[in-house]
Antibody, heavy 120, light 114 residues
């Protein structure tokens, strides 16, 4: 059974750096074709793709946020980490990690999400 | 503004059929990229509903179907049920987002079952 779970702070202050961890099970990110992505959703708004890392350690970022994002993986721990610098109240959102299915390029399994509020 | 355009809301009575459109352009849907659909029930994470334009993952009822033509795609729900009330998102890829994986989502459509 494939599962993903996000963890990180519920509250960060403006200008701080956010670090989120996605811990997954049921698959290995060292397997060819496997990818994990981060997606966020501000309250009452649409989904927004943030970043993706693949089995070969290739990394991709949203063009609008790429200067603030860093994605990395620890294959031995089955974890993917996202850092976002210079947090602002507009970054308040639920942050999801999701697996990208290698046979369809769809996000087939999602974590439950973690809500992050940016406020002083 | 989302790269993929969806109607903000649709509604239908139980048992009826509703469709949700997802309109893109020549750099995404029109370029041949597949469209995927997600269902987000209130307070929960999105769930894959349709992949590869028209394929249903195991466990998704055949009341849900997807199609794609030109620069648009559609999600159809027949035999509408109260539990179908949710937000629905389309997703594809865009070749104009250089240096990025090009993942794009629609703005989402809220389905209300009357």
């Amino acid at each position: 059974q494939v599962t993903l779970r996000e963890s990180g702070p519920a509250l960060v202050k403006p200008t701080q750096t956010l670090t989120l961890t996605c811990t997954f099970s049921g698959f290995s990110l060292s397997t060819s074709g496997m990818c994990v992505s981060w997606i966020r959703q501000p309250p009452g708004k649409a989904l927004e793709w943030l970043a993706l890392i693949d089995w070969d350690d290739d990394k991709y970022y949203s063009t609008s946020l790429k200067t603030r994002l860093t994605i990395s993986k620890d294959t031995s721990k089955n974890q993917v980490v996202l850092t976002m610098t210079n947090m602002d109240p507009v970054d308040t959102a639920t942050y999801y990690c999701a697996r990208l299915a290698d046979d369809s390029d769809a996000f087939d399994i999602w974590g439950q999400g973690t809500m992050v509020t940016v406020s002083s | 503004q989302s790269v993929l355009t969806q109607p903000p809301s649709v509604s239908g009575a139980p048992g009826q059929r509703v469709t949700i459109s997802c309109t893109g352009s020549s750099s995404n849907i029109g370029a041949g990229y597949d469209v995927h659909w997600y269902q987000q029930l209130p307070g929960t994470a999105p769930k894959l509903l349709i992949y590869g334009n028209s394929n249903r993952p195991s466990g998704v009822p055949d009341r849900f179907s997807g199609s794609k033509s030109g620069t648009s795609a559609s999600l159809a729900i027949t035999g509408l049920q109260a539990e179908d009330e949710a937000d629905y998102y389309c997703q594809s890829y865009d070749s104009s987002l250089s240096g990025s994986k090009g993942v794009v989502f629609g703005g989402g459509t809220k389905l209300t079952v009357l």
